[in-house]
């Protein structure tokens, strides 16, 4: 696949409910996940797809999404693309709701993710 390719089904997976699906097929082995804080107290940085697919979990099990929308994804030379995501919802644990709005920055290599970084 190529870099929009990638883009173009990361951004469809995520709309449609297959995120965690698609982390098989988009993502590299070692691929590299980075957030802005450590929010989750797991540390800013997952190493892994098995790690990151963690993370989807961690996230579907402390989180009740009520909407979320996907930006179309923004190209940035030949290796690298953004995306931004819009959440509300509520934290299961606590009932507090949230309104969440992040950029996250993929770098591709090989045909594959390498690393994603989440800003907010």
């Not at 030379?77 to 996250?104: H, L, W, Y």
Request: glycine share 10%.
């Amino acid at each position: 696949m190529n870099l929009k390719e990638i883009a173009d089904e990361l951004v469809a997976g995520c709309r449609e409910g297959r995120a965690k699906a698609n982390l098989d097929k988009l993502y590299a082995d070692d691929a590299i996940s980075v957030e802005a804080t450590d929010a989750m107290g797991m540390g800013r940085e997952t190493a892994g797809r098995d790690g990151i697919r963690g993370k989807h979990e961690w996230w579907e099990g402390a989180h009740d999404v009520s909407g979320a929308s996907v930006s179309e994804p923004f190209m940035h030379g030949d290796d690298r693309f953004a995306v931004i995501f819009e959440v509300q919802g509520t934290v299961k644990e606590s009932g507090d709701s949230f309104d969440m709005r992040e950029v996250a920055i993929y770098h591709v290599a090989d045909g594959k993710i390498v690393r994603e970084e989440f800003f907010y």
